[in-house]
């Protein structure tokens, strides 16, 4: 799948964190979505506020999108990330796969997990 086309919500999410901007953030999810990040789920909105307070925004997290890919019911992007968190014993470059189920217009799951390198899907 081409970049250009991924859905319009992943490109508000992409742009939201790189921005910063929080609240967009937030909105780019469903009242209802689930997060699947480090071994964690974090669930409905007031939750995944938290979530990206804590963990994406305080680290000033950046998403660089390298390529993506429908499969079945989701859409995987393999993003290059950086940011300010510790690195110790991480890839250098970090490249994560970030698996979205949308249920329009709205991100209703999210699964972040480590990818084996920008063609990781």
């Known amino acids: 799948m081409e970049l250009k086309l991924l859905p319009q ?44 307070a804590e963990h994406h925004f305080r680290a000033n997290i950046f998403l660089e999108p390298i390529q993506a890919k429908q499969h079945e019911a989701e859409i995987v992007v393999v993003f290059k990330v950086d940011g300010d968190f510790d690195k110790t014993g991480l890839p250098d470059p970090l490249y994560l796969n970030f698996y979205f189920q949308i249920r329009d217009p709205k991100i209703k799951r999210l699964a972040i997990r480590l990818s084996k390198g920008p063609e990781g899907i």
Do not use: T
């Open 9 to 52: 919500v992943i490109q508000d999410i992409i742009a939201a964190s790189n921005k910063p901007d929080p609240d967009a953030y937030v909105d780019c999810f469903s009242e209802d979505a689930l997060v699947l990040d480090e071994g964690k789920e974090w669930a409905g909105k007031a939750a995944i506020r938290r979530w990206s």
